[in-house]
T-cell receptor, first 111, second 118 residues
Framework: ELKVEQNPLFLSMQEGKNYTIYCNYS?????LYWYRQDPGKSLESLFV?????AVKQEGRLMASLDTKARLSTLHITAAVHDLSATYFC???????????FGTGTKLQVIP | GAVVSQHPSWVICKSGTSVKIECRSL??????MFWYRQFPKQSLMLMAT?????????EQGVEKDKFLINHASLTLSTLTVTSAHPEDSSFYIC??????????????FGPGTRLTVT
């Protein structure tokens, strides 16, 4: 059974600081996703990572994938309050049919 | 981009009644649709996968007679919560994946439906 774990579960950080969220998964995966969820809202797709060594960046967020270590990271650079949300990683295996979500990381950026 | 809608966005119903939630892909054909539920402050849990024109595949622990899923067309899937109880109160999110190049590597998520059973 594919398991996806994130840490930390909760992260409070000051504006302007850098931090990294980690996503570990237990079995070989086809692709890895990062999503953002605001309170009461659905998911917003941030990144799709398809291969080992993949790195994608959008604004202050950068995601990377190490398939050998079964690890993905979401790095936040110079955090701003607008980044406050819950971030989920999700992994597919055996084709894109089934997506298993991580536990989520609630990020709170303090002005 | 690919857009998925859900209706209603929120619903309150009495215990024992049934509620139907619709999920539509607005600008692409969704060969596969997925239904998730999310309890407060928790992650998303896949309930079932439905392919157009065939029976849904339910995840372990999900009662197929309670959560009826119909995927009658390439743009519409419905989830009916039958004989709802307060413990069914949750945030239900659908997603859709298309055929061909569009949606091939990604699921597109609907805005979610918040169900409250009183």
């Amino acid at each position: 059974e594919l398991k996806v774990e994130q840490n930390p579960l909760f992260l409070s950080m000051q504006e302007g600081k850098n931090y990294t969220i980690y996503c570990n998964y237990s079995t070989t995966s086809d692709r890895l996703y990062w999503y953002r969820q605001d309170p009461g809202k659905s998911l917003e797709s941030l990144f799709v990572l398809l291969s080992n060594g993949a790195v994608k960046q959008e604004g202050r967020l950068m995601a990377s994938l190490d398939t050998k270590a079964r690890l993905s990271t979401l790095h936040i650079t110079a955090a701003v309050h607008d980044l406050s949300a819950t971030y989920f990683c999700a992994v597919t295996s055996g084709g894109y049919q089934k997506v298993t979500f991580g536990t989520g990381t609630k990020l709170q950026v303090i002005p | 981009g690919a857009v998925v809608s859900q209706h209603p966005s929120w619903v309150i119903c009495k215990s024992g009644t049934s509620v139907k939630i619709e999920c539509r892909s607005l600008d692409f054909q969704a060969t596969t649709m997925f239904w998730y539920r999310q309890f407060p402050k928790q992650s998303l849990m896949l309930m079932a996968t439905s392919n157009e024109g065939s029976k849904a595949t339910y995840e372990q622990g999900v009662e197929k007679d309670k959560f009826l899923i119909n995927h009658a067309s390439l743009t519409l899937s419905t989830l009916t919560v039958t004989s709802a109880h307060p413990e069914d109160s949750s945030f239900y999110i659908c997603s859709a994946a298309g055929s061909g190049n569009q949606g091939r590597h990604e699921q597109y998520f609907g805005p979610g439906t918040r169900l409250t059973v009183t």
